[in-house]
């Protein structure tokens, strides 16, 4: 069977579940040993002593534990609280419920992830903090069918808005999650898996520097209200405070650039007055020769004709060097 990513989010609901799954998935009967957990469920494991009673007053288990077979091996792909309290029961001696009921159909990885999200997707024991860590979930794993081509966007389509469809919520909401997971302090998160904060809260505070998250959870964890205004507030006053310091850099700046320039422009000025003092001198030397000349010597005369021959040379000099640079 080819693996239809989009049907399934399309109609991500349990009917629909359980329709694939009795559909494409076969029986088979284990030792929960024979089952290997992986690291892909990370949700909230609550209440599994109780679990673990009610399993044992009904004699095993009445719903199947759903494996996804991959390379020869069978890994759980949902029902982690009933193969806790299986296993809970067994080490509390049980042997009898040893064995297992499982449904399992051959997998990829990429599909087995999917699986794993599908089946958590209609997990009664959800926590805001759950559906922050399933939002990630969801996000890596619908990257990776991406690659695999079992998932293609079609143009404007983003993968958060997926998300936010599958697990029913708004493309806003998923966002919050991201940035709770990306940029909240381990206090911060610690409060909100505990559900003293809640999800606007938390991300609003992720926003926050590092030393005021840790004060604000601490605040919360010694049983204090803080709304999600207050911290919106706080973000508000940040943003001010870093745009008034930016403006304040910019405009000291701007003074900087202009005392530069007004150094450079004098500069310019002292070196124009040098060359037009100096030319002037040269001109004012000349007029006074011309004034003079009659009390000059033969010899003098002399070395101003070779001075003059000498500046004409120069001046066909620079002319040859001009006209030979342009060929």
């Known amino acids: 069977m080819a693996f239809d990513i989009k049907s399934i989010m399309n109609a991500v609901t349990a009917g629909a579940a359980t329709e694939e799954i ?7 009967q284990l030792d929960y040993e024979q089952i290997v957990v992986t690291g892909q469920n990370k949700y909230s494991m609550d209440e599994i002593e109780e679990l673990a009673a009610g399993i044992e007053m009904a004699g095993g288990l009445h719903e199947p534990l ?3 077979r991959i390379n020869g091996e069978y890994w759980l792909a949902s029902g982690h609280r009933r193969y806790a309290a299986i296993k809970m029961l067994v080490q509390d001696g049980k042997e ?3 064995t297992v009921g499982c449904r ?10 999917l699986h794993v999200l599908i089946g958590n997707t209609f997990n009664r024991h959800y926590t805001d903090y759950d559906k922050m860590i399933e939002a990630e979930e969801w996000k890596n794993a619908l990257k990776a069918a991406q690659k695999e081509k079992l998932l293609i966007l079609e143009r404007g389509e ?9 697990m029913g919520t708004s493309a806003a909401v998923v966002g919050d999650y991201n940035r709770i997971n990306k940029n909240a302090m381990p206090e911060i998160k ?6 003293t904060i809640g999800v606007t809260a938390a991300a609003a ?4 520097p590092e030393s005021k998250q840790k004060e604000i959870a601490e605040q919360v964890a010694a049983g204090k209200d803080i709304k999600a205004q207050e911290i919106r507030d706080m973000v508000d006053a940040k943003k001010a405070a870093v745009a008034a310091g930016s403006n304040n850099r910019e405009k000291e700046e701007k003074e900087k650039r202009s005392i530069t320039e007004q150094k450079r422009e004098q500069m310019s000025d002292t070196d124009t007055n040098k060359e037009e003092k100096e030319n002037a001198r040269r001109l004012h030397a000349l007029k006074m020769l011309e004034k003079y000349y009659i009390y000059m ?4 005369v002399h070395i101003l004709e070779n001075i003059l021959e000498d500046c004409k040379r120069r001046k066909r000099e620079y002319r040859l060097d001009d006209v030979g640079s342009t060929s």
């Open 190 to 195: 610690e409060q909100f898996k505990e559900g």
């Open 96 to 98: 009898e419920l040893r």
């Open 104 to 113: 399992y159909k051959d997998m990829t990885e990429t599909e087995f992830r």
């Open 66 to 68: 759903i494996l996804g």
């Open 205 to 208: 505070a992720s926003q926050l």
């Open 22 to 28: 009795d559909k494409y998935f076969k029986e088979i």
């Open 158 to 166: 983003r993968v958060r808005d997926y998300v936010a469809r599958i």
């Open 297 to 300: 010597s033969d010899e003098e």
